[in-house]
């Protein structure tokens, strides 16, 4: 069955130190990958996307991500954190060969940043 | 803003009761998506509409179903609520070409008492 895994459930770091939280997926075909954050109380946003091309992806916010085919994962990295980081981060994987097919999400990982 | 609407933003009701959620999609957006947000099940797809058709069915229980009008916006209907349908209900849309992203809505907080 297709399915997204997010590692790490709760991380909780200081300002300024480096991020990088684990997504893997299991799908047997082409994918597009994804990461959405979603601040508390807020809709999920687009931080960044890979469709093809470069594996290392730039998003927004200082936030970037590695696909790496062979080990079928997605790591989103960022180098200093901010508090207003503080927010949850959901892995999100689609079928590219057929299409604007459902995106399957992981369960998320909660970031706290503190001072 | 992500250009998806979605009313209302909460929504307080007994069990047992119906009700339905819209979701407007971005302007030219022909896809529309329906997910429920809850604690322990996390983001789950629940339906994909089309251009009016549905496409694919998740998680989505029997009580639940859903329409895409002409117009492109869109219903999901509960029915027979219960406690455990209590959660957020997120709507996105896309374009529908096959390198896109989803945008969603500010989402419907569903509390059933």
């Known amino acids: 069955a297709q399915s997204v895994s997010q590692h790490n459930h709760h991380v909780i770091l200081s300002e300024a130190a480096s991020l990088e939280l684990g997504c893997n997926y299991s799908y047997g075909g082409t994918v597009n990958l994804f990461w959405y954050v979603q601040y508390p109380g807020q809709h999920l946003q687009l931080l960044l996307k890979?469709?093809?091309?470069?594996?290392l992806v730039k998003g927004i916010k200082g936030f970037e991500a590695e696909f790496i085919k062979s080990k079928f994962s997605f790591n989103l990295r960022k180098p200093s954190v901010q508090w207003s980081d503080t927010a949850e981060y959901f892995c999100a994987v689609n079928l590219r060969d057929s299409g604007n097919t459902p995106l399957v999400f992981g369960k998320g990982t909660r970031l706290s940043v503190i001072a | 803003d992500s250009g998806v609407t979605q009313t209302p933003k909460h929504l307080i009701t007994a069990t047992g009761q119906r009700v339905t959620l819209r979701c407007s999609p971005r302007?030219?957006?022909?896809?529309v998506y329906w997910y429920q947000q809850s604690l322990d099940q996390g983001l789950q797809f629940l339906i994909h509409y089309y251009n009016g058709e549905e496409r694919a069915k998740g998680n989505i229980l029997e009580r639940f179903s859903a329409q895409q009008f002409p117009d492109l916006h869109s219903e999901l209907n509960l029915s027979s609520l219960e406690l455990g349908d209590s959660a957020l209900y997120f709507c996105a849309s896309s374009s529908g070409q096959v390198h896109t992203e989803a945008f969603f809505g500010q989402g419907t907080r569903l509390t059933v008492v």
């Open positions: 890979y469709f093809s091309g470069d594996p």
């Open positions: 302007s030219g957006d022909l896809s």
